[in-house]
């Protein structure tokens, strides 16, 4: 709709406005009752057919409504969606550090101690006890409490696997056929058990020990 058809249609709802309160006031005209007072009835007339307010134009009338139409956008415009409440995370307590300290012992400085001694006797260091004493120097008195760590266990050796099966103790006039035979199994095996071939076998002296299971 362009500018032309709003004046139009404007122009048009002034009319109708001006026919209705026309209409309105030839009704209160005819059932007034003109009798009572000639001179009351006749202002009643000039009233009700008094021309209305001045209308504006039709030019007014249009920014009007323009400007009423961009007020409202203006309003929709500023409301917004509320925002949904922050979410809030519980946090992980942290939990206190407990420092694990190494178990110490104490030992009294005798006559004739030094801290090599000690430190020998004691399977420690030097440096540990200086540090876990905090002694400047070496020089140590007689009846000076010295803080030790405790000694750390021994790590266990390994123990050797122990060689699983049966062995046969080569002895004089022994050779692999013989050593098969006494053993109830094939020189093949033999030789294969001990990863040895002929010329290995033709080798073996009186000691060597031999795999036969």
Same mark, same amino acid.
């Given at each position: 709709?362009n500018?032309?058809?709003?004046i =139009?249609?404007?122009?048009?709802? *002034?009319?109708?406005l001006?026919?209705?309160?026309?209409?309105?006031?030839?009704?209160?005209?005819q +059932?007034? %009752?003109l009798?009572i007072h &000639?001179k009351? @009835?006749?202002?009643?007339?000039e009233? @009700?057919?008094?021309? &209305? &307010? &001045?209308l /504006?134009? #039709? #030019? %007014?009338q249009? %920014?009007?409504?323009?400007?009423q139409?961009?007020a409202k956008?203006?309003?929709?415009e /500023? $409301?917004?969606?509320?925002l949904?409440p922050p =979410?809030l995370?519980?946090? @992980?307590?942290?939990?206190?550090? $407990?420092?694990v300290?190494?178990?110490?012992r104490?030992v009294?400085v005798?006559?004739?101690?030094?801290?090599? /001694?000690?430190?020998?006797?004691h399977g $420690?260091?030097?440096?540990?006890?200086?540090?876990? *004493?905090?002694?400047s !120097?070496?020089r140590?008195?007689i009846?000076?409490e010295?803080k030790?760590p405790e000694?750390?266990?021994?790590?266990?050796e390994?123990?050797p696997?122990?060689e699983e099966?049966k062995y046969?103790?080569v002895?004089g006039?022994d *050779?692999?056929?013989? =050593?098969a035979?006494k *053993?109830?199994? +094939?020189?093949?095996?033999l030789?294969?058990l !001990?990863?040895m071939?002929?010329?290995? @076998?033709?080798?073996?002296r009186p000691? %060597?020990?031999l /795999?036969?299971k």
């Open positions: 709709m500018r032309r058809d709003i =139009i249609v404007a122009v048009i709802i *002034n009319a109708g001006l026919v209705t309160l026309f209409v309105s006031s030839l009704k209160k005209e +059932g007034t %009752d009798v &000639p009351v @009835a006749v202002e009643q007339v009233i @009700a057919q008094a021309p &209305p &307010p &001045p /504006k134009s #039709g #030019g %007014d249009i %920014d009007q409504v323009i400007s139409y961009t956008a203006k309003v929709e /500023k $409301v917004e969606a509320p949904p =979410i995370t519980p946090t @992980a307590k942290e939990e206190p550090k $407990v420092s300290q190494s178990p110490l104490v009294t005798e006559k004739g101690d030094v801290l090599e /001694k000690i430190a020998r006797s $420690v260091s030097v440096d540990e006890i200086m540090k876990l *004493n905090a002694l !120097n070496s140590l008195q009846g000076q010295l030790l000694k750390k266990a021994p790590k266990k390994a123990l696997k122990k099966g046969y103790i002895k006039g *050779n692999p056929w013989t =050593i035979q *053993n109830g199994m +094939g020189v093949e095996e030789l294969k !001990n990863n071939d002929e010329e290995k @076998a033709k080798r073996l000691g %060597d020990r /795999k036969i």
